[in-house]
């Protein structure tokens, strides 16, 4: 079972544009991380958000925690090159009986010069 | 600070055969999950060590084992290997107890299985 749904899958843009990631989940989260991972590496942590309605900005970053912590976006204004990558939304499960982290689909960024 | 660091980079083994995976966490970090991620998917949670013992447990057969090291790191032991059990394996260390619960991942070892 999938807990976290990420969309969209894939994604190309060029190199200025706009894009947002959605993170979703019936589920509620008592923290939720994002990870940027690119090809044979680990995963690289992002930011953490932990309160309902969380805006949490990095750069040309903005995270946001939805009010319910079920669900979560990742907005990238500008994007660069730089930015390409799999980037990742995890979370820990509020209640969990461990603190591992469940880990979305991935979206597949790829910015074009 | 030293982050986390994951030995062998690549292994090759063919099925049947036993693999070892090394980890050492983060300087200050006490606690060690292993996650397997297929290709083209996100991490799946293995295992988590804790004061030397198992600390939760993924959707895994018993042949993947582990343990952790009196200084924190950690051991992924994978049996009678299969070729699904070809990934990239990947380590993280944290710091046990706090809300934020964050995790910091290992560069992992790319294990093919023939």
């Known amino acids: 079972t999938q807990l976290l749904e990420q969309s969209p899958q894939f994604l190309s843009i060029q190199e200025g544009e706009n894009l947002t990631v959605y993170c979703n989940s019936s589920?509620?989260?008592?923290?939720l991380q994002w990870y940027r991972q690119e090809p044979g590496e680990g995963p690289v942590l992002l930011v953490t958000?932990?309160?309902?309605?969380e805006v949490k900005k990095l750069k040309r970053l903005t995270f946001q925690f939805g009010d319910a912590r079920k669900d979560s976006s990742l907005h990238i204004t500008a994007a660069q090159p730089g930015d390409t990558g799999l980037y990742l939304c995890?979370?820990?499960?509020?209640?969990?009986?461990?603190?591992?982290?469940?880990f979305g689909t991935g979206t597949l960024l790829a910015v074009q010069p | 600070e030293t982050g986390v660091t994951q030995s062998p980079t690549h292994l090759i083994k063919t099925r049947g055969q036993q693999v070892t995976l090394r980890c050492s966490s983060q300087?200050?970090?006490?606690?060690v999950s292993w996650y397997q991620q297929a290709l083209g998917q996100g991490p799946q949670f293995i295992f988590q060590?804790?004061?030397?013992?198992?600390?939760g447990r993924g959707n895994f057969p018993p042949r993947f084992s582990g343990l952790q090291f009196p200084n924190y790191s950690s051991e992924l032991n994978v049996n009678a290997l299969e070729l699904d059990d070809s990934a990239l394996y990947l380590c993280?260390?944290?710091?046990?107890?706090?809300?934020?619960?964050?995790?910091?991942f290992g560069p992992g070892t790319r294990l093919t299985v023939l």
């Open positions: 993280a260390s944290s710091l046990a107890g706090g809300l934020r619960n964050e995790q910091f």
């Open positions: 589920s509620v989260f008592s923290s």
């Open positions: 958000v932990v309160t309902g309605g």
């Open positions: 995890a979370g820990k499960e509020y209640g969990g009986a461990t603190n591992k982290l469940i």
């Open positions: 300087s200050g970090h006490n606690t």
């Open positions: 060590y804790y004061r030397e013992e198992e600390n």
